[in-house]
């Protein structure tokens, strides 16, 4: 998402999820740990939040602060 409404759509919409419960605010805050769920068009996208930036920087110092779940193989199912 590259702005502020179409995160705001999302939530409204009933599409975003912390910690397993449904978000009904825009505006609520995050701390490392935390888990986001995304019901998007193109998929579900689950993000562990790793920390906050002290300040607003470019794309490639913010995705240093987060992490995809499903990207990530330890978290998998390791019974296959």
Do not use: F
């Not at 998402?1 to 995050?30: C, F, P, Q, W, Y």
């Amino acid at each position: 998402m590259k702005h502020r409404s179409d995160a705001d759509a999302l939530i409204e919409g009933g599409h975003v999820r912390l910690n397993r419960v449904r978000v009904s605010k825009t505006g609520h805050a995050l701390k490392p740990g935390d888990v986001l769920t995304l019901t998007l068009y193109s998929g579900v996208r689950v993000i562990r939040i790793l920390g906050a930036a002290p300040r607003r920087g470019p794309a490639s110092e913010a995705q240093l602060l987060y992490e995809d779940v499903a990207e990530n193989p330890t978290t998998q199912n390791q019974d296959a």
